[in-house]
């Protein structure tokens, strides 16, 4: 048995931390992101409106950084937290700097590649502990915080 099964809640004897996740964060996310986008058209007249232009980039630099500060701030984006859940490191602690970044860093490559993302939904959907690719990759899990240990 590997280390992380120790540190996180078991999803045989500890189902409550994992039920309904999966739709829980895509629930999230969906807020998430008409958060950013709120935040992106918010910055627009800051660049005087040329961000019109680079509004694809000008979103994914605030998708970026919005994700990274929540994660950091509370282990969870701000749809998380409507949402009760957050995320845990392989140890069962909640995300420092390094640990958001780097979720970050996974997540935005597994948009990139639209393959990747497809086998995150896929891993999320069917393992015991719906972990995406980037969570497999870290040892992270997203849990319900009303069953938090």
Do not use: C
Not at 123 to 146: E, F, P, W
Request: proline residues 3%; without cysteine.
């Amino acid at each position: 048995m590997n280390t992380r099964a120790y540190a996180l809640p078991d999803p045989q004897t500890q189902p409550e931390f994992y039920a309904d996740v999966p739709m829980k964060r895509l629930l999230a996310w969906v807020l998430d992101m008409i958060i950013i986008g709120m935040i992106s058209v918010l910055i627009l007249p800051l660049t005087l409106f040329t961000g019109i232009f680079f509004f694809a980039a000008l979103f994914l630099v605030v998708s970026f950084a919005y994700r990274v500060v929540t994660l950091t701030g509370g282990s969870a984006t701000i749809g998380m937290r409507f949402f009760g859940i957050e995320f845990r490191t392989q140890h069962g602690e909640r995300f420092e700097l390094g640990h958001a970044f780097l979720h970050t860093l996974g997540y935005s490559i597994s948009l990139t590649f639209g393959i990747l993302q497809v086998i995150s939904v896929v891993l999320m959907l069917t393992t015991s502990r719906s972990q995406g690719l980037t969570d497999h990759v870290m040892g992270s899990v997203a849990i319900n915080k009303a069953a938090r240990y």
